[in-house]
C-alpha cells in the first residue's frame, strides 16, 4: 500500500544494480502472480513500469504498464505518482519518436 516507499527502494535498487541479469525478469514475473492473484492491487502497474524501463529498457513494456497503472488507480490515492506517471510517458513518447529530452529533464 506503500507506492511511495516502493518507489524509493525501486529507485535506489536500479541505481545499484544486480549482477543477476534475471533479477528483473523475476521481479515482474513475481508482480504479474500477485496481480492475478489480487487484480485490485492495480499500484503494482506502476511498479512493473518502472522495472520495466529503468532496469530492463523495454519502453513499450513500461508505457503499457504506465497507461494502465493510470487507468486502474485513483488519482486521489495516488496523485504524486500519477503527475510521475503522465511524465514519464511523455518521456517514452519523445524518446521513441527519436526527440531529445528537454533540457529540464522533461518532456514538454
Same mark, same amino acid.
Given at each position: 500500500?506503500?507506492l511511495?516507499?516502493? !518507489?524509493?527502494? !525501486?529507485?535506489?535498487? $536500479?541505481?545499484?544494480g544486480?549482477?543477476? +541479469?534475471?533479477? +528483473?525478469?523475476?521481479?515482474? =514475473? $513475481?508482480? /504479474? %502472480?500477485?496481480? =492475478? #492473484? =489480487? +487484480?485490485?492491487k492495480g499500484? /503494482?502497474y $506502476?511498479?512493473?513500469? @518502472?522495472?520495466?524501463e ?6 513499450a513494456?513500461? *508505457? *503499457?504498464? !504506465?497507461?494502465? $497503472? %493510470?487507468? &486502474?488507480?485513483? &488519482?486521489?490515492? @495516488?496523485q *504524486? =505518482?500519477? &503527475? /510521475? ?13 527519436? /526527440? +531529445? #529530452?528537454? &533540457?529540464?529533464g522533461?518532456?514538454?
Open positions: 500500500g506503500d511511495h516507499g516502493a !518507489y524509493e527502494h !525501486y529507485k535506489r535498487a $536500479f541505481a545499484k544486480t549482477a543477476d +541479469p534475471s533479477v +528483473p525478469v523475476q521481479s515482474e =514475473e $513475481f508482480m /504479474l %502472480l500477485v496481480l =492475478e #492473484e =489480487e +487484480p485490485d499500484q /503494482l $506502476f511498479c512493473l513500469g @518502472f522495472l520495466n529503468r532496469a530492463k529498457g523495454d519502453l513494456s513500461a *508505457r *503499457r504498464d !504506465y497507461q494502465r $497503472f %493510470l487507468s &486502474e488507480t485513483s &488519482e486521489d490515492d @495516488f *504524486r =505518482e500519477h &503527475e /510521475l506517471v503522465r511524465k514519464w510517458i511523455q518521456k517514452i513518447d519523445r524518446q521513441r519518436a527519436g /526527440l +531529445p #529530452e528537454l &533540457e529540464d522533461s518532456s514538454a
